[in-house]
């Protein structure tokens, strides 16, 4: 299976910290970011913002597993194939579906159900008329990075309300860089320990990381250290066990599903989310597929 060949990826990992925190109403229409305040870690489909190198280490080439071309697959351009979108306004749109990701971020932090009218008045006004694209986009992005869900509470006023995905209760805000939902690298977690057979070696595991920009023991401007994230606050939360192998001399480890995932979530959910992440059909992973409805199956 080949990653999605698109020249335009749309960067949304290139959203400050900055810019995520809560801001007044008059800041909703603001820039994403003042000049120089991005520092580029990584695009959704592993690209480097602005043509610059991170100042984390150098990226690994992704490994030759199954899981391994993750941090290849991309998004691609958010407004490809949107009929009525002329190329010149596909940067626009894209500024405002960031707009509405950040607006969205202050509104889970805050568990404060938000409406169609709102999202319109904070975060794009001029551009009604593209509302269903803006909104389908950054509710797709708040779900596959950040692993927040949004479920529509009043279809008549349309009315939302956003929750951590994939029955997972944890959303991390207090680790890591604080108020910043973490669910979403936690289903990133389980779905490389699951395609790589329920258990995943350390070095493995990694190589996966660094391709998606993420480093052992380097601050990801987003999330934090994600291995004090994965190997202590996960752990601790019980959705990850981080075992030595036994009798490895030196000691090597590796990672599996901990009690609380298998308890939250299925197997299923993360192998359809890891599909919408490769844009494939999660039938496409025979052997998983037929794994997760065996799960199914004896949970019924």
């Not at 994403?32 to 489909?45: D, F, L």
């Not at 036994?246 to 298998?262: D, I, K, M, T, V």
Request: aromatic letters at 12%; one cysteine or more.
């Amino acid at each position: 299976m080949e990653p999605t060949d698109n020249s335009q990826n749309f960067n949304l990992w290139d959203i400050p910290q900055a810019q995520i925190e809560e801001r007044g109403p008059e800041d909703a229409q603001g820039p994403i970011a003042e000049a120089g305040e991005v520092e580029a870690i990584a695009t959704i489909s592993g690209d480097v913002s602005a043509g610059e190198e991170p100042s984390s280490p150098q990226r690994a080439s992704s490994p030759p597993t199954a899981m391994g071309f993750i941090g290849e697959a991309s998004f691609g351009n958010p407004l490809a194939g949107v009929p009525g979108i002329e190329f010149h306004v596909h940067g626009e749109l894209n500024g405002k579906i960031v707009d509405l990701v950040r607006f969205l971020l202050v509104k889970f932090r805050r568990m404060e159900i938000t409406s169609k009218e709102e999202m319109i008045h904070r975060t794009m006004r001029d551009y009604e008329e593209h509302y269903s694209v803006i909104f389908s986009k950054a509710a797709e992005c708040m779900k596959l990075i950040f692993g927040v869900d949004m479920m529509e509470v009043d279809p008549f006023v349309h009315s939302y309300f956003l929750y951590p995905a994939l029955g997972i209760t944890y959303d991390g805000m207090l680790h890591g860089v604080v108020g910043v939902p973490k669910t979403g690298l936690v289903i990133i977690v389980l779905c490389i320990i699951f395609i790589e057979d329920n258990c995943v070696s350390e070095e493995v595991f990694w190589h996966v990381m660094n391709s998606l920009g993420m480093y052992a023991g380097v601050d990801h401007f987003i999330f934090g250290d994600p291995r004090s994230l994965i190997t202590e606050d996960f752990v601790q939360e019980g959705y990850v066990e981080y075992r030595q192998v036994p009798n490895s001399h030196p000691p090597r480890f590796e990672f599996l599903w901990g009690p609380r995932a298998y308890a939250e979530t299925t197997k299923m959910k993360i192998l359809e989310f890891y599909a919408s992440i490769v844009r494939q059909d999660p039938r496409s992973y025979p052997e998983k597929y037929a794994e997760a409805l065996r799960e199914e199956q004896e949970r019924a």
